[in-house]
């Protein structure tokens, strides 16, 4: 299976900075199948971006997705109090789809 | 709008069959393929599988395909996961989700994406 593994572990940054979240596959990611989804405590996963760029729907211009290959950002470019949580990536293009560990973007 | 939400016991015996349910409302179930996906204390998300609204196409994780079973209610209301042989490795949050695909203007396949969750559901293996 493909594993997914994200860096840095915790990122710690003040509002209105930009915050950027790799994400790298241990094989190629064919056809942009890759996603971002956030957790904020006690709630469920919320998808961000998939194809490696689309944002999902009501999801703000701030969140942007870059990538290819093996090699992926997540990029917030000005951070807002509700966007400190934890980040996962997803590759859905070989079964088993996998999850990353996860980045969380703390106060600082 | 479409929301999910799971049911079942929060605590399952060593050896015994973890069950859960997933009920569909606000929507129809036609048309998707709905997954269940776990989260281990401090561990990333897992998936698990999920079933198309034929409720008969279906994939699941090779790493518990010899001990799950998702299928889909006749009423097409609910769908359900059964885990058979848990152990305290089987402890999670379970999730219930939607995968949505999208497809390009000529009908083709594109992308997917987890789009609608349930809120979970802790489940603890333990005697």
């Known amino acids: 299976e493909i594993v997914l593994t994200q860096f840095p572990g915790t990122l710690s940054l003040s509002p209105g900075e930009r915050a950027t979240l790799s994400c790298r596959a241990s094989q190629t990611i064919t056809n942009s199948h890759l996603a971002w989804y956030q957790q904020k405590p006690g709630q469920a996963p919320r998808v961000l971006i998939y194809g490696v760029s689309s944002r999902a729907t009501g999801i703000p211009d701030r969140f942007s997705g870059s990538g290819s290959g093996t090699d992926f950002t997540l990029t917030i470019s000005r951070l807002e109090s509700e966007d400190f949580a934890v980040y996962y990536c997803?590759?859905?293009?070989?079964?088993?789809?996998?999850f990353g560990q996860g980045t969380k973007v703390e106060i600082k | 709008q479409v929301r999910l939400q799971e049911s079942g016991p929060g605590l399952v015996k060593p050896s015994e069959t973890l069950s859960l349910t997933c009920n569909v409302s606000?929507?129809?179930?036609?048309?998707?393929?709905w997954s269940w996906i776990r989260q281990p204390p401090g561990k990333r998300l897992e998936w698990i599988g999920y079933?198309?609204?034929?409720?008969?196409?279906?994939d699941y994780n090779p790493s518990l395909k010899s001990r799950v079973t998702i299928s889909l209610d006749a009423s097409k209301t609910h769908f359900s996961l059964k885990l058979i042989s848990v152990t305290a490795a089987d402890t999670a949050v379970y999730y219930c989700?939607?995968?949505?695909?999208?497809?390009?203007?000529?009908?083709?396949?594109?992308?997917?994406?987890?789009?609608?969750w349930g809120q979970g559901t802790v489940v603890t293996v333990s005697s």
């Open positions: 989700a939607r995968l949505a695909h999208f497809y390009d203007t000529n009908g083709h396949y594109l992308h997917d994406a987890f789009d609608i």
């Open positions: 079933i198309y609204y034929d409720g008969i196409t279906d």
């Open positions: 606000g929507g129809s179930i036609s048309n998707s393929y």
């Open positions: 997803q590759q859905y293009g070989r079964s088993p789809q996998t």
